[in-house]
């Protein structure tokens, strides 16, 4: 087959290759890979480290859920029994709960984050 | 490594025909009229009782295949007592009954005392038993040890009410049997870690001649332009930092685009403006994970295409896009392609080392961790250039970035 | 209204979605710099790209034409869309992205290993989106039959069209530019009118009717009833009509209709006096987005706004175009600060539709009587401000509209083809994808065009009860207890979605129960159906202890520690 580089207009025609099927690695869905990386994941650290940082930052979970849930599941009710319910439903939904759903999230976020830092603090100590 | 595939090879090849063989003399016991093999007939009662057996034979092997412990000798032991009809049967390994099957078990502590001379020697035995349970019939047992490569692992024993040479001589047989499963569960786990090897082997390999070259070249700089020196080394430093580092077989393709970035720093500071290379990234597929340096020999095989024997420009363009649960890795050059057949013999590791050999290697990797569905597919000719396009799906289970996966290895 | 405005804005946004997604990729050359490239997406432009992707037809026009109907009960609806995104936030945002997960279907393998529940799971997805297109299309239907008169179905197409062909051609090649130009067109295209509206409402003397109960016509006004409708009256009512009402044929006389339900034919004609109440219409064929069918006014009742609360809230997290957009952070940490720019982003526009919710109630309150209350916002210009400064601004909102109805349905689009070519197509191939595109869109487009004259306006709320009740109990569950097993999984997820879905079909397609508590209970399964899937999943779970997976510690380990620990192998032997 001749070429003559360079010339693009003239390139012969690609052919498409692929290589032969190996059956005897063929990992489908079902038998996943293991890499050692998890085995790692698993030995590096101790069980009770993770579950300390899960229930520390379950806490701010819930802790932030319990805001949103005391902020926000009286207010159906208090629209129905207040005497100018419907006014008072139109500014609250309208415009007074988003502020409050921002900060939330900031406050979680801050505090979600300091736990790692503390989490990687306590962790580096320990190896040291 | 070649030597455990033939190996392997070897017993998968040499099972079925003993296993035809068997049953072919099973046959022939069976049936000594004149006509050998009447095929149209529904089989005599000895043709039954082979099926039975192999049936039997079959359904105790692939608990055996994980290897001898207590829960594949528990799973086995059922199997293995009605091939040998019997009334208990009793494995061990060299220190201690692993299961017993079958009634009388209480002679246990007596078995493992009578059987450190045969788990010793490697040689059967058969023994009294002594026994002051008054219903109990176990009278007599016969010892198999278990074999893989000349190395005793445990023995089977069988116990009957009274001493039968049948019954040593199936056991003998069933032991063999069994030593044989426990062989193939050894080779089963070479092969997985031979397969671990391999992919250490495979993965990583960044080619002797880069280093000399380009340390080549930034001593090129040393005198003329310090500066430039400086920063082509903390190139190399980076990329080989990358490539060597230990842990790990898996990097984000923001880690991988970051060392092809060292990579071609360093190639173009030997080939100057040579070297044209567009890049068009969708940024949502750059925290998708793969195989570690999959992707700059693919760039370093282009570079090499487009380079090679031309005098003028090279241009590569490498795409990454996002096609849902998937990535699409496009890396193409307009250099001097490659024959099709040769590319399809390197692909299947038919040719020699020349060149191409990055191809073989990322496109083994790939098929690796993803399955067959994931090799590379090249779309080349002579002349034509090249196009390798990768898929990297974006989640399977077990793949996971080994390195933090935030930034760079940039310095600044 | 000028309808050449209207035309040309929606080609423009059809044609800018078009010319972003082809250039908005980041091409670099040898030249510049390779690190520009190669750098992962930031918080703030993600964060604009799920905002724009997430602000679908039912923020842009529905949520208007609900309060209109319904007043400012519906203003939850907003309300929940956002919070949905503190719960997504607190929950379950940086676990899900250091489970590397891509789709729910990937999160329920990696975390529980279970193919069985990965299919189930890959079922809800696709349920789930196709429920949340089907009203996108009719919206872009609705959006152009309302602009030019065209047929309902042809916006319908359009939008399949374009989204499909876009994504199937990888057109869309960078989706999160495209997105967050979006967000922003959006905004966009309701502040700057929001601006006028409310200007031009001060000049008129700011009226402030549109806080009374119930919405009341302003002066007298005849109404052109296009599609047979049924009116619910609270009260007596005199009209003048020409047309035929219950029946019986009038021209021009003034009768006097009684409280209850009326029939009001097509091609009729009503004049209301001044100060009239405002009739709600039942199953008016155009509520694409709003729900009038299934709570009519006036008649709320709390369970039911707590129901549609909670499915809000917890549904989000659920939604398919909106965790797989997690994906493109880089790590835990960015996904946590993108959700919360998200929080001030969609806040940040959920101000808005209130606005022209209570605008309309003033000035274009008979579109409660024709049942095309979703086009309220696409009128008001027109109506307030008319001339060819009310042409602009329709021409805007109607290219915001089409904005959102483009980015949402391309966001479900590429989320579902992903699920459908992986899980539900028979081989993986480059292929796969486009075939798994079209199946994604040609079923909801099917839906929407044969079931158009049906009230499926609560599909949104029903994809989000479904989600609610099927993956956020997965979620939840998944990434904080140990002891969840793929049974527990499997049997929470069929019990809980599968009995929302059952309970909002019983009251669409079935004999309802009109009023009273068992109605509103099944139109708004979330109250029972979320405590239910959870109750479930945790009891079946504690039932089969045997069936934990394996490696729960290892793969909790992962989804809970900071990266630099999760991954930390070579940085531990470096310093040991």
Known sequence: MSHEPGQTAERPARVVVTGPPRRHHGRGRGAPYRPRTEIHEQTTLGHTYVRSLMRTQLRTALAVFAVLAALVAPLPLLFAAAPHGRVLEWAVLGFCLYPPLVLLARWHVRRAERHERDFVRLVEDQDR | MSTLGALLTGFCAAVPPLLAAGFWLGRRTARPSARPFRRAGLGTPVEHATFQTLHTASLAAPPLRAGLTEETARRASRRLRSLLGTEALCLTDTDRVLVWDGAGSHHRAEIMERLAGPLETGRGEAFRLSCGTPDCSLRWAVVAPLTVDDRVHGALVACAPGESAVLVRAAAEVARWVSVQLELADLDRSRTRLIEAEIRALRAQISPHFVFNSLAVIASFVRTDPERARELLLEFADFTRYSFRRHGDFTTLADELHAIDHYLALVRARFGDRLAVTLQIAPEVLPVTLPFLCLQPLVENAVKHGLEGRGEKCGIAITARDEGAEAVVVIEDDGVGMDPGLLRRILAGEAGPSGGIGLSNVDDRLRQVYGDDYGLVIETARGAGMKVTVRLPKYRPGVHPAAPGTGGLRRG | ?576
């Open chain 3, 1 to 576: 209204m000028n309808e050449s405005h209207a035309v040309a804005a929606v080609a423009l946004v059809v044609v800018a979605t078009a010319l972003v997604g082809a250039f908005g990729l980041r091409v670099s050359r040898t030249t510049s710099d390779f690190y520009v490239a190669s750098r992962t997406v930031g918080p703030r432009l993600n964060a604009a790209a799920i905002s724009g992707e997430y602000l679908s037809a039912a923020s842009f026009l529905g949520i208007a034409g609900l309060v209109l109907v319904q007043g400012p009960d519906m203003l939850w609806y907003p309300v929940g869309y956002t919070a949905g995104y503190l719960l997504l936030l607190i929950f379950v945002a940086a676990p899900l992205r250091r489970s590397g997960a891509y789709t729910l279907p990937d999160f329920a393998e990696a975390r529980l290993a279970s193919p069985g529940v990965r299919k189930l799971a890959s079922g809800f997805v696709v349920g789930i989106g196709w429920l949340y297109l089907m009203p996108q299309l009719q919206g872009a239907g609705l959006t152009l039959k309302v602009l030019t008169g065209a047929p309902g179905t042809l916006g319908s197409v359009i939008v399949a069209v374009v989204v499909v062909a876009n994504v199937a051609a990888g057109g869309m090649r960078s989706i999160t530019f495209v997105q967050a130009f979006q967000y922003w067109l959006k905004l966009t295209a309701l502040l700057v009118p929001a601006l006028f509206l409310v200007l031009a409402w001060r000049g008129d003397g700011a009226p402030t009717r549109a806080f009374d109960e119930p919405a009341a016509f302003r002066e007298q006004r005849t109404v052109r009833v296009q599609d047979t409708v049924e009116i619910r009256l609270a009260g007596p009512l005199a009209v003048t009509v020409h047309g035929r009402v219950d029946g019986r044929p009038y021209d021009g006389d003034r009768i006097s209709l009684t409280a209850g339900v009326h029939t009001v034919e097509a091609g009729s004609r009503l004049r209301l006096p001044a100060g009239a109440p405002v009739p709600a219409a039942r199953g008016a064929g155009d509520t694409a987005l709003s729900d009038s069918a299934s709570a009519p006014q006036g008649e709320r009742p709390l369970h039911a706004t707590y129901g549609l609360i909670i499915a809000t809230f917890l549904g989000t997290m659920g939604l398919p175009h909106v965790v797989v957009r997690f994906y493109t952070s880089p790590n835990g940490v960015a996904a946590r600060r993108t959700t919360v720019v998200v929080l001030g982003l969609i806040g940040a526009f959920y101000l808005l539709p209130p606005v022209y919710g209570a605008l309309a109630r003033m000035y274009a309150p008979e579109l409660v009587l024709t049942g095309n209350t979703d086009a309220a916002v696409l009128l008001l210009p027109d109506r307030m401000i008319g001339g060819v400064g009310g042409d602009l601004l329709g021409a805007l909102v109607a290219g915001g509209a089409f904005a959102a109805f483009l980015s949402t349905a391309s966001g479900l689009t590429v989320a579902l083809a992903g699920v459908i070519a992986q899980d539900a197509l028979p081989s993986r191939g480059i292929r796969h994808f486009r075939v798994g595109a079209v199946t994604a869109m040609a079923v909801p487009l099917a839906a929407s065009v044969l079931a158009g004259r049906l009230p499926i306006a609560d599909a949104v709320g029903l994809a989000f009860a479904v989600s609610a009740s099927s993956f956020c109990p997965l979620l939840v569950l998944g990434i904080w207890w140990r002891r969840l097993t793929p049974p527990g999984a499997a049997a929470g997820m069929l019990v809980g979605g599968g009995s929302a879905l059952a309970a909002v079909s019983v009251t669409l397609v079935g004999p309802h129960p009109a009023t009273g508590v068992p109605h509103s209970l099944l139109a708004w399964p979330a109250l029972w159906s979320v405590p239910l899937a959870f109750l479930t999943m945790i009891l079946v779970s504690l039932a089969t202890p045997g069936r934990v997976p394996p490696d729960t510690d290892a793969v909790l380990a992962r989804f809970h520690l900071p990266e630099e620990i999760g991954g930390g192998p070579g940085r531990k032997e470096n310093t040991a």
